[in-house]
Structure formats: C-alpha cells, structure tokens
C-alpha cells in the first residue's frame, strides 16, 4: 500500500498485479509506504475501510482521500499465481503448483475449501465495496498499462516508468475449455468486475 499524503492518493496493493514494482518506484515519493507484513501491504479494500481510512478522518481531519487499484483478467491472475507457485524453493510445500496441471489449479480455485495451493484469495472480494459506501476510487485493468500510467503521472506529477519485479516464472499455460467455462460459472464475480471496467 502506498500513501501520498497532498495528492490524497492511496494505492491498493492487489497481489499479482505489478504492486511491487509500483512501490520500488513510487516508494520514494510517497509518504507512507507499507511493504511488510503481507496483511498490511495487501491490505483489501475492507481493510483499509476498517483500520486506514479511520485513522485519515480521526487522526488526519480529512476525509478526501481516494483509493486506486489495479485489477488483472481473471483467468491471467490465476495463471500468474499458479507459476509464482511453480518456483524451485516452494517444492514440497503445500502452497506448491508443481505437480498439478493448470487445469488441476482452477478446478481447485473454485471450490469452496481450496487446498492450500490454491488458496490465493479473490480480487472480486479484495476490491468489494462497503456498506458504508467506501469503494475505489480509480480502477483499472492490469492489461491496459498505458491508462495506469498516465493516470499515475498526472496525479502525481512525475515520470514514471515500471520496471519488471517479482515476475512469475514463464512458462505456456492452458485452460481446458470446460475447465474455464466452470470457472467463468462458479466465479462469476470475478469476470463481472473485470469486464465492468471495460
């Protein structure tokens, strides 16, 4: 999660949707920058709702400030996890893809009580607005680059250019076309928003 404080900007740090490289180059800019621990620079919508935005209206006196997040196609998202689960240390582990086909990994992703390898959360319910009305304020599509950056140089005032960080190993990846199709159906929240943004 990223805070720019006069541009009353916060960055929502969705996994898997180039958060790390944002915040190695927005870093130095911003005036609170939180890398660990994981639930804090996860942190999803509901929680920021719940313990940030407090303390900028409490603490702060101000309740302006706006969230941006970036949201990745769904199918693409489940595939970058599944490689970052393909990794060499994580052999042996219960969060490991190795040995278990794409295919395997989405079944898994759509039942209810996933395996810990699939266990990978849900951006639908990382991005789900509140009841309060807190909602983002600015969200884009992992996939159209050219609209995040130009978004982020305007609000920010400065250049900025991504570098490639935390990247999933590459490998060919497909989904069998019943396997998406259950997907698309048993998840459908997800490709809701996704195509929402249009």
């Known amino acids: 999660m990223l805070v720019f404080w ?3 900007l916060v960055i929502l740090a969705v996994p898997k949707t180039g958060t790390t490289a944002l915040a190695e180059v927005l870093g130095p800019k911003a005036d609170i920058l939180v890398n660990d ?20 209206e409490k603490a702060c006196k101000t309740d302006d400030m706006e969230t941006m997040a970036i949201m990745r196609e769904p199918v ?29 990994f989405v079944l898994e992703y759509c039942k209810g009580d996933r395996r810990a390898f ?12 509140r009841p309060n009305g807190t909602k983002v304020s600015h ?11 130009a978004f982020l140089q305007s609000r920010l005032q400065i250049e900025v250019t991504l570098p490639e960080r935390n990247v999933s190993p590459k490998m060919p990846l497909e989904l ?6 259950k997907f698309r159906q048993r998840r459908a929240e997800e490709f809701a928003l996704y195509d929402s943004l249009g």
């Open 6 to 8: 006069k541009e009353r």
């Open 37 to 56: 621990p994981p639930e804090l620079k996860h942190a999803p919508l509901y929680r920021y709702n719940r313990f940030f935005r407090p303390m900028f």
């Open 76 to 104: 693409s998202w489940l595939g970058s996890w599944y490689r970052y689960r393909r990794r060499d240390f994580t052999r042996g582990k219960p969060t490991s893809t190795h040995e278990i086909s794409f295919d395997e």
């Open 118 to 129: 699939a266990n990978v959360g849900s951006q639908a319910k990382f991005l789900e607005p």
């Open 139 to 149: 969200l884009f599509r992992y996939e159209d680059q050219s609209a995040i950056l």
């Open 176 to 181: 069998s076309p019943e396997v998406e199709a």
